[in-house]
């Protein structure tokens, strides 16, 4: 067979496929009607070019391939060439159902008069959706693997490596980005990491208990 065959193969299968696709189909309803409506910030990856682009005026676009690529490969080194196959498969599928949830148009009420609920739901959609991609061994973007090497690097949970990376750069954000407006930020970031933890690892210990 094939080399490269051979390794999407071993990588991926039409379960695992499908349950990439699910995950990233509600991140990016969440990402699309509410987080983007409410005008949350983020941390990670996103809220270092918007804070680099600030700054230093730096276009977005190309902070976002530098940093997600530097990203990519040190959780390739990290964590391995199926990782990054299935990291491939879930930004493919983000870019299709990002472009799908803007056809649709807005399909829940318009939250920006509710903000911590905004915050709660957002992240609640988040958290649940990357942590079924991250839980078939790939990531959304950038900053799911540079906390995936973190955790793994440091044997923190995950959501403590998320929570680390989301809070440095939110910290940094102070410098433009009214605290009122960071306060949500960090109730959604939070919530999203805690959620994609225990989607990552809910039914592994009984399963391993099991075995």
């Known amino acids: 067979m094939n080399p490269v065959k051979r390794a999407l193969k071993r990588a991926l299968s039409p379960r695992r496929v499908a349950l ?14 509410i987080h983007r409506r409410v005008d949350i910030t983020e941390g990670g990856v996103l809220g270092m070019v918007l804070l680099l682009d600030h700054h230093f005026g730096i276009p977005p676009w190309a902070l976002t391939t530098v940093l997600d690529a530097a990203c990519y490969l040190l959780g390739w080194k990290v964590l391995g060439r199926d990782f990054l196959i299935r990291s491939g498969v879930a930004t493919l599928c983000g870019a299709i159902f990002f472009r799908l949830w803007d056809a649709t148009g807005p399909l829940l009420p318009n939250l920006s008069a509710q903000p911590l609920l905004a915050a709660l ?9 990357v942590g079924m991609v991250v839980r078939q061994g790939g990531s959304s973007g950038g900053d799911d693997a540079l906390a995936l090497v973190i955790a793994q690097k440091t044997g923190w949970r995950l959501s403590r490596a998320y929570l680390f990376t989301d809070l440095t750069v939110l ?26 933890d225990f989607v990552k690892t809910v039914g592994h210990s009984e399963n391993r208990q099991k075995a």
């Open 171 to 196: 910290g940094l954000s102070l410098t433009y980005i009214a605290p009122l407006r960071i306060v949500w930020s960090l109730v959604t970031v939070t919530v999203s990491s805690l959620l994609i």
């Open 20 to 33: 990439i696709a699910l995950g990233m189909a509600i991140a990016t309803f969440g990402l699309t009607n």
């Open 121 to 129: 739901l957002g992240g609640a959609f988040v958290g649940v959706g």
